[in-house]
Nanobody, 124 residues
């Protein structure tokens, strides 16, 4: 099993930056792919970014390509999401999630473990 706790959210002006962290506990953390999803009020949960179990491949939603960077440090059992050039439409609760080697990086239902989320608010 894996337990995930997000941190690093907050209030930032448009054009600013934040770095989200997701700390994990549990055995064999490096065997899981890690993803970030977000959900704004009244909207469906959407995929943001993901990284493979080895860190050898990364994936991004079109809306964040060129602005966000995902990384992981298996020695620290932590995955990061560096968010630059933030826009008001990035405002949402951000969740990290873990999946095994089965399923799609892009589909939230394929992730077996979820954190509680961290709020990101981007003001104009």
């Amino acid at each position: 099993q894996v337990q995930l706790v997000e941190s690093g959210g907050g209030l930032v002006q448009a054009g600013g930056s934040l770095r989200l962290s997701c700390a994990a506990s549990g055995r064999t953390f490096s065997s899981y792919g890690l993803g970030w999803f977000r959900q704004a009020p009244g909207k469906e949960r959407e995929f943001v970014s993901a990284i493979s179990w080895s860190g050898g491949s990364t994936h991004y939603a079109d809306s964040v390509k060129g602005r966000f960077t995902i990384s992981r440090d298996n020695a620290k059992n932590t995955v990061y999401l560096q968010m630059n050039s933030l826009k008001p439409e990035d405002t949402a609760v951000y969740y990290c999630a873990a999946k095994d080697l089965l399923g799609s990086y892009y589909r939230g239902s394929d992730y077996g473990y979820w954190g509680q989320g961290t709020q990101v608010t981007v003001s104009s």
